[in-house]
């Protein structure tokens, strides 16, 4: 199965991540705005962010339509004298989702009231409240379930009976199970941790029968499924037992005729390609391997040999 590709002549890795069309990293290598990844090449290896932010992009599904990318987390700490760092975390992307079945919402710490909020005309808010005031009721591992604590409500404004142990609160969304507790972390000031999460993409704001009524903007090709995503507008395009990654782009590639791999016959496919030698020859067929060769006669049996290529 081929990999991923980017649009012709265009950079297709940026450090450790493929950058598969409809992304990319320069001016007209994607497909609008929204797609821009940046390849900040002043670090080895090469680090992508989405955009122009300092959000590092760790992986891109075409198929599932989804973004993996490292977020920050919003933090709170305090000392004996107050506050002494305070860090809410934007994600500023009205582009993109956040996925609505691979994400937890999660709080760190004792005395904290953690809440995610909308903004830009997104109206909505949750949040989390936590009050506490011994190490004893931590359970590293686990960062779910209810108790009962019978103290003064007062203590969410009175940090000085958790100060020893919990000096700084957290709140963050992380991708579904790539998140553990443990009481250490109690102590993390939070400014140098960033946790995976996946964000949900889609091509446009159009259904798939909206977009499809223009040819000329409609992104599906030949040989591909428009489907509609469950989290958001828009559509995806999904191949249809064909290259990943060419599903955007043109709808075949004449494998024989760009990569001539072959030294006898070559035959191509929508999928791929493969090759074959004469008859009463063997080998692999290939112009880097064993090419053809005549056959030798081993108790009168014969050995055909294809090799097989999915593009």
Known sequence: ??????????????????????????????????????????VEPPKALLQNSTIDVLHID?????LR??????????????????????????????????????????DTYAFITGSVGQDYATGCLSLCDDISDVINGSCSGVREYDISLASYYNHSRILSFNPCSHAFVVEEGEYEFFASHLNNSGEDWKLPMILDWTIGDQSCSEAKKDPETYACKENTI??????????????????????????DIDECETLRPCSSTCHNTFEGFYYSCPKGYEGDGRRDGSGCSPMVNHHNWKLHITQTAIG
Request: glycine share 12%.
């Open 69 to 110: 990318i490292l977020n920050w987390l919003g933090s709170d700490c305090y000392n004996s004298s107050g506050s002494s760092f305070c860090f809410s975390t934007w994600l500023n992307s009205g582009l993109y989702n956040i996925s609505s079945t691979k994400k937890k919402f999660t709080a760190i710490g004792y």
């Open 1 to 42: 199965m081929e990999a991923a590709q980017a649009k012709a002549g265009c950079q297709s890795q940026c450090g450790n991540l493929s950058v598969p069309y409809p992304f990319g990293t320069e001016d007209g290598c994607f497909m609008d705005t929204k797609f821009f990844i940046k390849c900040n090449k002043s």
């Open 226 to 251: 428009c489907r509609e995503p469950e989290n958001g507008n828009g559509y995806l395009c999904k191949c249809g037992d064909v290259s990943r990654g060419t599903h955007m782009l043109k709808s």
């Open 62 to 66: 075409l198929d599932a339509g989804e």
